[in-house]
């Protein structure tokens, strides 16, 4: 059964580029209901342990000094079946490649500067929302 919890990141990309506004509106008009949600930035140590699944891949060091490149916005995100809805929100991660209207193909500058991170699983969602927000600070 699909949950109704998932995970992204503003990547520092899309915040650079002035974007956070116009992707928190297109989570919204999806249906999706933000139950948490934090402006930060990761250190190269969270953010390496954050992307711990990719240590062995040769672009890790790469991702790993990107995403702690400069601030990024968290959010917990709430709706049925919220892992596959957010999936296509977001299209797919080389931008050249989304569908028209999804958040990558509007926003994304590459495969590397993909402007957002989606949970890939309901398990994921579960991971990396605790490793973002503590209890206390989800709304639901």
Not at 33 to 61: D, Q
Not at 79 to 104: C, H, M, Q, Y
Not at 122 to 132: G, M, S, V
Request: aromatic share 10%; hydrophobic share 45%.
């Amino acid at each position: 059964m699909a949950g109704n919890l998932t995970f992204t990141m503003i990547k520092p990309d899309a915040v650079r580029g002035g974007h956070i506004g116009a992707i928190l509106a297109k989570i919204n008009e999806a249906g999706f209901r933000i139950v948490a949600m934090k402006y930060t930035k990761l250190s190269e140590e969270k953010a390496g342990e954050f992307y711990a699944v990719h240590r062995e891949r040769p672009f890790y060091g790469e991702l790993v000094s990107f995403m702690s490149s400069g601030p990024i916005v968290a959010a917990a995100l709430e709706k049925n079946n919220a892992v596959d809805d957010f999936r296509k929100l977001i299209g797919a991660t080389d931008p050249s490649k989304a569908e028209p209207g999804t958040i990558r193909a509007l926003f994304a500058k590459s495969i590397g500067e993909n402007a957002v991170h989606g949970s890939d699983s309901d398990e994921n969602a579960a991971i990396e929302i605790a490793f973002h927000f503590a209890g206390t600070e989800m709304f639901r």
